[in-house]
């Protein structure tokens, strides 16, 4: 089960609406886990 936004973020992140650095921020501000930004982005979260 994902978080609640998931897949918004990641439909922007895949669309190129969104940089890494802002599904980053998705991350400090709850919205998708650490594990859910390896899933989005294929990098560990820092």
């Given at each position: 089960m994902?978080?609640?936004?998931?897949?918004?973020?990641?439909?922007?992140?895949?669309?190129?609406?969104w940089?890494?650095e802002?599904?980053?921020?998705a991350?400090?501000?709850?919205?998708?886990?650490?594990?859910?930004?390896?899933?989005?982005?294929?990098?560990d979260?820092?």
């Amino acid at each position: 089960m994902h978080s609640k936004k998931y897949e918004k973020v990641k439909s922007y992140y895949d669309r190129g609406l969104w940089t890494i650095e802002m599904v980053r921020n998705a991350v400090a501000k709850g919205w998708i886990t650490e594990e859910e930004f390896f899933e989005i982005t294929g990098e560990d979260y820092e």
